[in-house]
């Protein structure tokens, strides 16, 4: 018996020549490096007709997460992150000790009046 083999193994069907005569023309690119603060460098790729405002400055690196941007010397620092902030330390960032004990004065007055016994 004849051991059955295939001719095109590995070959996808209706594959051809590889090229730019079968496949189109590519367009035309410019690529941007960008460096993160560990000195790691992204290379993005962009249309070359891209306009220069709609090239990011800063993206994140794939490779650590940080920010990258253009300038190889000055990388872009990590933003601090806050500290999350409670409704009460807003409202004591708004108000002074003295404006805080008149509004809740009035609001107990209020509840007072409401509940009849001002």
């Known amino acids: 018996m004849v051991s059955g083999g295939s001719a095109i193994?590995?070959?996808r069907v209706g594959s051809g020549p590889m090229g730019e005569q079968d496949?189109?023309?590519h367009a035309e690119r410019?690529?941007?490096s960008y460096w993160d603060a560990m000195g790691n460098e992204t290379v993005r790729h962009f249309a070359a007709n891209?306009?220069?405002e709609e090239i990011p400055e800063t993206i994140d690196s794939p490779s650590?997460?940080?920010p990258a941007g253009r300038d190889k010397n000055n990388?872009?620092?990590v933003a601090k992150n806050e500290p999350y902030k409670t409704h009460l330390a807003y409202v004591k960032e708004r108000r002074?000790?003295?404006e805080a004990s008149q509004i809740l004065d009035e609001a107990l007055l209020k509840l007072r009046q409401r509940?009849?016994?001002?």
């Not at 509940?115 to 001002?118: D, I, N, S, W, Y």
């Open 30 to 32: 410019i690529s941007i």
């Open 9 to 11: 193994r590995g070959s």
């Open 75 to 77: 990388p872009p620092q």
């Open 115 to 118: 509940r009849g016994g001002a």
């Open 23 to 25: 496949r189109g023309i």
């Open 50 to 52: 891209l306009p220069e």
């Open 96 to 98: 002074t000790d003295e």
């Open 64 to 66: 650590t997460g940080l």
